[in-house]
């Protein structure tokens, strides 16, 4: 393995499949938003001017993250996981959170617009790579190395809930429960403890109106075709009239204000639509691509910490990804979670290349792939 002070080339690969999902997000964010966008703001260019400011953001972020030590990281975990949970408290009980159809997620300063649950997502797997690399055959015990690293899983849990957020607490959950496992903890620990939390989860969905109602609407949209499973029968309409082709680059009908969030969370619809099957499932190559070179990188490294981080962020991505597709073709109930690179958003844009930034980090100091 290459030592710190001894980095590789960067990861052309990575590199360059990032920037076409990019790209291609920021075609896609255009076209699925001028109509909305001029209605709302009086400016075709809006929301994609946003996303190009936040690109150039997340690209230099991720050139500056790619050249520094991945080690050097640890030092300010702690740190990041203290102002991560002071961001979440202010979005709640400060006047600068920013309420957004129905919930408290963003802290806004002046034009500009921030989620602290994407700079956690980060910060979480970080602090789960550091700690659980250092706990080492300890991990094998439930109090001392599993129930730590739950805590503090649970308590960003609650405070994402409170906003609330039960998609991205899910997310950090899973995230984190996967790099339990692979730090080597028991199987049956994990399995025992996902048991006992389906009671909460089935409490979470049902003590809630707007979750049961997304829930039945996942369950038979048709039931309510203009109330509680419009929204998803609009998503099938797009995929299914895009056909093989696609309609064409900003021919959507749906985003004429029939498919709600067009160019955020159902964005992919709008792929389905314009560019057809061979568009969509291009796309999917690219994250499939993108997934695999992650795994590549976390399995090639040969210290814990890289090893848990660029596994981390990778399944972090990936389960991003695999849930808003889902989303959109029907397959899991409706969450609002962006598609990685592709959606409107620019706290999710930007910390989604700073893990390609960290992942590209690891992968200069990993050993060579054999040829």
């Known amino acids: 393995m290459r030592t710190q002070e001894q980095q590789g080339n960067i990861d052309i690969p990575v590199l360059a499949v990032t920037a076409i999902l990019v790209g291609t997000g920021l075609i896609m964010v255009y076209s699925s938003s001028t109509i909305l966008a001029m209605k709302s703001y009086g400016d075709f260019f809006f929301f994609v001017k946003r996303q190009l400011l936040w690109s150039v953001l997340g690209f230099t972020a991720l050139w500056f993250l790619a050249h520094y030590p991945y080690s050097h990281l640890r030092k300010w975990v702690r740190p990041a996981l203290f102002v991560s949970a002071l961001l979440l408290v202010a979005v709640l009980v400060l006047s600068i959170g920013k309420t957004v159809g129905g919930a408290r997620r963003w802290l806004s300063l002046g034009p500009i617009s921030f989620q602290p649950a994407e700079l956690l997502k980060i910060v979480l797997v970080l602090y789960l790579a550091d700690t659980l690399a250092r706990k080492g055959e300890r991990i094998t015990s439930f109090v001392q190395g599993v129930l730590p690293s739950l805590v503090i899983l649970g308590g960003f849990s609650v405070l994402l809930l409170l906003q609330p957020d039960l998609g991205t607490a899910v997310i950090v959950i899973a995230v984190g429960i996967v790099m339990i496992y692979l730090a080597g903890a028991r199987f049956a620990q994990l399995v025992s403890l996902g048991l006992a939390a389906l009671p909460v989860v089935f409490l979470l969905i049902y003590q809630v109106d707007y979750r049961r109602r997304r829930l039945d609407a996942f369950l038979d949209p048709w039931q309510e075709p203009l109330g509680k499973g419009f929204q998803l029968i609009q998503s099938y309409l797009a995929l299914g009239s895009g056909g093989l082709w696609g309609r064409g680059l900003s021919e959507s ?76 073709t029907g397959l899991v109930p409706t969450k609002g979670i962006t598609l990685p690179f592709i959606s409107a958003g620019g706290s999710s844009l930007f910390f989604s290349l700073v893990a390609i930034g960290i992942l590209l980090s690891i992968s200069r100091c990993a050993p060579e792939e054999e040829t």
Do not use: M
Request: glycine share 14%; hydrophobic share 55%.
């Open 253 to 328: 009908q749906q985003k004429l204000f029939y498919l709600p969030a067009p160019h955020t969370d159902f964005i992919f619809s709008i792929v389905g639509e314009e560019l057809g099957f061979v568009g969509a499932f291009g796309l999917l190559l690219l994250f499939g691509f993108l997934i695999w070179k992650g795994l590549a990188i976390a399995r090639r490294c040969s210290d814990d910490f890289g090893k848990l981080l660029a596994a981390g962020l990778t399944v972090l991505l990936g389960l991003q990804t695999v849930i808003n597709l889902g989303v959109t």
